[in-house]
């Protein structure tokens, strides 16, 4: 008897490898665009629909023949500066930022090919110029443990290998990593797989957060993040603006949340998990 469920398509086939690939070409095409927009006087709101716009220009382009074939944003372009760990993109009923001479803006944004994600990140000094002191410790510290972790990223390996050596390189440099990040496995469809690298977990994290061992064709967005403080988060009273697609069922009631699911399930697939900005 023939097996119906749907076999997962990963690495090991060419046309998945082809769909990340243009997927990567993209989202650093457009990343050097956005580093180029993160200048003095500029608002972190017009970077990031400037961002976005060029994601979707940009995924319209390819696979134009295959006319079921989703493709778009798979993570809203975010610029957040300085203590703003991660996600900053204001819509504009929400305050905006407007940068300064020194900032420390942290890029990051991704697209999806038929769900295959890529996802990129870069941290650009405002204005440019040498930079020293604390700020220079955590950008050194950043790149050269994010080094680190991709050379670790290899079959038989095991998660906690790189949560080690985060930890150790940040630590050289008189920093620490942002506690209970997450590095997640990339699925079609999915930017948080089931495995996972954690940063810096706490006691309770670190009993929580599973072991994992690596595999051949598995695929990771590698997300290193680094402070010069404790490197503990909090909330602040930015409101959220990226939402993503769970799996919990939902009567809707109301026609235009009925309307927004389906634009979002059109957009982006029926098992979508992929980040959207709520406009």
């Known amino acids: 008897?023939?097996?119906?469920?749907?076999?997962?398509?990963?690495?090991?086939?060419?046309?998945?490898?082809?769909?990340?690939?243009?997927?990567g070409q993209i989202v650093n095409r457009v990343l050097e665009q956005v580093i180029a927009k993160c200048i003095p006087e500029a608002s972190a709101r017009e970077i990031c629909e400037f961002g976005d716009k060029l994601l979707l220009d940009?995924?319209?382009?390819?696979?134009?023949k295959e006319k079921d074939s989703k493709k778009g944003i798979a993570f809203s372009t975010c610029v957040s500066v300085n203590n703003c760990i991660c996600h900053f993109s204001p819509i504009p009923s929400e305050t905006d930022y407007i940068l300064k001479e020194g900032d420390l803006a942290k890029i990051d944004l991704g697209a999806h090919i038929d769900g295959f994600i890529a996802v990129v990140a870069h941290t650009v000094v405002v204005g440019g110029g040498e930079v020293s002191g604390r700020a220079a410790d955590v950008l050194l510290a950043a790149h050269y443990a994010s080094e680190a972790a991709l050379r670790l990223l290899r079959p038989s390996n095991e998660n906690y290998a790189i949560t080690d050596v985060v930890q150790k390189i940040s630590?050289?440099?008189g920093c620490k990593p942002i506690e209970g990040m997450l590095s997640h496995q990339l699925k079609q469809f999915r930017i948080d797989g089931e495995k996972s690298i954690i940063q810096n977990p706490s006691e309770a994290q670190r009993k929580e957060h599973e072991k994992a061992t690596f595999e051949t064709y598995e695929v990771y967005a590698m997300d290193v993040l680094i402070s010069?403080?404790?490197?503990?988060g909090r909330e602040m009273d930015t409101r959220c603006t990226i939402y993503k697609k769970t799996d919990e069922i939902y009567q809707l009631k109301l026609k235009s949340s009925r309307t927004f699911y389906r634009e979002v399930r059109n957009k982006h697939g029926s098992k979508c998990r992929l980040k959207v900005k709520i406009l």
């Open 1 to 23: 008897m023939a097996d119906d469920k749907e076999v997962e398509k990963t690495v090991a086939e060419d046309l998945v490898v082809t769909k990340y690939k243009l997927a």
């Open 58 to 64: 940009e995924t319209s382009k390819v696979f134009k």
């Open 171 to 173: 630590a050289e440099y």
């Open 228 to 232: 010069t403080g404790e490197g503990v």
